[in-house]
């Protein structure tokens, strides 16, 4: 089982959006999938329709009253399922500072399904701030993809996320939390500017940038108020296409 957090301190990036349909397409592969919200804003939640069964919480994990295993709950998609999150969330933070070992709360949760090996792949969404949930989803994951914004400021917020991640690596003791790639989102291709962006992050950090770069797309925006992924709502869209496409390249990567 991997666990991959979806991360950038930067909200409006594209992470929910990534996340949603990154999970998804890797359903679509026939990949047994959980996807963890763990943004008290609980957008993944909206965007796959809630939930089929009702009464999943995230929260309820954190503060050790229920196993993981009982709070998830299935989606409209096969393979697909998730831990829901809700507004209440955002209460644990005090919660947590107050505890023993803040950090490692969800990484402790998970323990049990890393052991049983009943989901190949954990996606983490997570909450657009420095704060103590997204600590514990970084702490929890194998491994980061951070979806970047094709925007003037891109290049900032990336040393920001990667300092970030530097410094919360030396505070996981068993050192794993590790940089899967960069995804370059919402692609304007009638700009320069978008090309200019990811020309400089490619410059910056080779390595890392995934080949498949998402187009800014209207049909993206709007899959998730009808509360699906866009494999779902447009199947033929540009957009289901470059997710796809990029799910490919994600499963490389992993096994690499
Ligand atoms: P984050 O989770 O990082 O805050 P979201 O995934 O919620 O970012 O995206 C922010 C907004 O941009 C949302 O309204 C979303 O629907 C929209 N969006 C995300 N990706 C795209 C895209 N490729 N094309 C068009 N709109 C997008
Ligand atoms: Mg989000």
């Given at each position: ?16 959006t ?199 797309s209207i049909r993206l925006a709007e899959a998730p ?32």
């Amino acid at each position: 089982m991997k666990v991959v957090a979806i991360a950038n301190q930067k909200g409006g990036v594209g992470k929910t959006t990534t996340a949603i349909n990154l999970a998804a397409c890797l359903a679509e592969q026939g990949k047994r999938v959980l996807l963890i919200d763990t943004d008290p804003q609980a957008n993944a939640t909206s965007g796959l329709g809630g939930a089929v069964a009702p009464g999943g919480s995230l929260r309820s994990v954190l503060v050790g009253e229920k196993l993981l295993r009982e709070q998830i709950v299935s989606t409209l998609f096969p393979h697909l399922e998730l831990i829901p999150s809700e507004l209440e969330l955002a209460t644990i933070e005090t919660e947590f500072a107050a505890s023993e070992s803040p950090l490692f709360h969800l990484r402790k949760a998970l323990l049990p399904l890393r052991q049983a090996e009943e989901y190949e792949i954990v996606l983490l969404d997570t909450p657009p701030s420095l704060g103590l949930l997204m600590a514990n989803a970084l702490a929890a994951s194998d491994l980061v993809l951070i979806p970047l914004q094709c925007e003037y400021y891109a290049l900032e917020g990336l040393s920001k996320i990667l300092d970030l991640l530097h410094k919360l690596g030396t505070i996981d003791e068993a050192g794993r939390t590790r940089i899967l790639g960069i995804l370059m989102t919402m692609f304007d291709v009638r700009t320069n500017l978008s090309q200019q962006v990811v020309e400089d992050v490619r410059r910056h950090v080779p390595d890392l940038l995934f080949q498949t770069i998402i187009p800014r797309s209207i049909r993206l925006a709007e899959a998730p108020s009808h509360g699906m992924p866009i494999t779902a709502y447009d199947p033929s869209s540009v957009g289901a296409i470059s997710y796809r496409h990029f799910c490919k390249e994600f499963l490389t990567r992993l096994s690499g």
